[in-house]
C-alpha cells in the first residue's frame, strides 16, 4: 500500500463497490422471471407452454397423450416430473429443472419438457477471441 | 524520436513476454498490461501525441508478430481509449491521483473498451456480463503498472542529461 495517495484510495474503493454492485446485478438479471417458460413437447410437437408465474407454484399439470401418462409439477422457477407410468421412471428420478436448455426426456412417452429463455439464447455459451 | 521507437520495441517486447504468462484468471484474454507501463512513462515524459503514437504503433507490431489479427482491433481501441482517459486524469487531476490512480483509470478504460468492442462486433449486450470480474483484475494490474511507472519515471527523471535525450 505503498504511494498512494487519498485520491487512489478513494477510486481503488469506488471500482470495488461498482464491481460488487454489477455482480449482483448481472446474477439476478440471469434468474429473472419473465424470461423463462416450459415448453413440453409430445412427439416433437409442442403441447403446451407455460409460463412461470408466481401463482403457479404447487400447481400439477397432468400430461394424458396417447403414449402414456406424466404428471409434472411447477414449482419457484422449476419443473419436475412427480409421476410417470413409464417402466423406468428416469424422468421422475431426474428431479427438477431450472435453467433455459435444461430438459427432462420420457422417451416411451416420447415426452420432451424444456425450459427456454424468451428471445432464444440468453447465455452466452462459449466466447474465445 | 529514436527514443519513441525503443519506447516501442520494450513495450512490444512487454506484450510478447507476457502473452507467455499463463493468468489464472476465469477470464478469456485478460492480461497483465504490462505494455502499458511504457505508456504511461511516454505519456508523463513526453505528451499526449508521443503516447498515442506509441500505443499504435506498439499494437500494429504485436499483431505482425504474433500474427493474432483478431485482437488488434480490441488492443487499438483499448490503447486509444485509455491513453486518452490516462491524458486527461493526468493534466487536471494530477494533485489528486498518483501516477497510480491514473494507470488505474487506463487499465479500467482499456478493459471497458475491449469489452464494448466485443458486444459491439457480437451484436450482443450480454458480453458486458464480462465485465464485473475484470474490473477488480484491471484493479490489480493497474495499480502493479502504476507503482512501476512511478520508480520508472523517477529515475528517468534523473537520468535524462545523462542518456542524452532532448525532449522535443
Known amino acids: 500500500m505503498f504511494l498512494l495517495t487519498k485520491g487512489d484510495k478513494y477510486l481503488i474503493i469506488i471500482i470495488i463497490i461498482i464491481s460488487l454492485i454489477s455482480i449482483i446485478y448481472v446474477e439476478r438479471d440471469a434468474t429473472s422471471y419473465n424470461s423463462k417458460y416450459i415448453s413440453i413437447q409430445v412427439n416433437g410437437k409442442e403441447y403446451k407452454k407455460i409460463t412461470f408465474n408466481p401463482k403457479m407454484v404447487g400447481k400439477t ?64 455459451d462459449y466466447l474465445s477471441y | 524520436m529514436l527514443f519513441l521507437a525503443l519506447l516501442v520495441s520494450m513495450g512490444l517486447a512487454l506484450s510478447i513476454i507476457e502473452s507467455f504468462i499463463p493468468v489464472p484468471f476465469i477470464i478469456p484474454g485478460a492480461k497483465l498490461g504490462l505494455s502499458n507501463i511504457v505508456i504511461l512513462i511516454t505519456l508523463v515524459l513526453f505528451g499526449f501525441k508521443e503516447a498515442l503514437i506509441v500505443g499504435i504503433l506498439k499494437s500494429i507490431a504485436f499483431v505482425l508478430s504474433t500474427g493474432s489479427v483478431s485482437s488488434l482491433i480490441y488492443s487499438l481501441l483499448g490503447s486509444v481509449f485509455s491513453c486518452l482517459i490516462m491524458y486527461f486524469v493526468y493534466k487536471y487531476f494530477s494533485n489528486i491521483f498518483s501516477l497510480i490512480g491514473v494507470s488505474i483509470f487506463g487499465a479500467v478504460a482499456h478493459n471497458v473498451s475491449q469489452v464494448a468492442v466485443a458486444s459491439l462486433i457480437m451484436n450482443n449486450f450480454k458480453v458486458f456480463s464480462y465485465l464485473p470480474p475484470l474490473l477488480p483484475v484491471s484493479l490489480l494490474t493497474g495499480y502493479f503498472v502504476g507503482l512501476s511507472s512511478i520508480y520508472i519515471n523517477k529515475n528517468l527523471e534523473k537520468n535524462f542529461k545523462k542518456i542524452g535525450i532532448n525532449r522535443d
Not at chain 1, 422449476?78 to 427438477?96: F, N, S
Open chain 1, 61 to 124: 399439470i397432468p400430461i394424458k397423450t396417447k403414449y402414456g401418462y406424466n404428471l409434472i409439477e411447477i414449482g419457484d422457477e422449476k419443473v419436475r416430473v412427480i409421476e410417470a407410468d413409464c417402466p423406468d421412471k428416469l424422468d421422475v428420478k431426474q428431479g427438477y429443472i431450472s435453467k433455459p436448455g435444461e430438459t427432462i426426456v420420457c422417451l416411451p412417452n416420447r415426452l420432451i419438457i424444456e425450459i427456454k429463455g424468451e428471445n432464444g439464447e440468453n447465455e452466452i
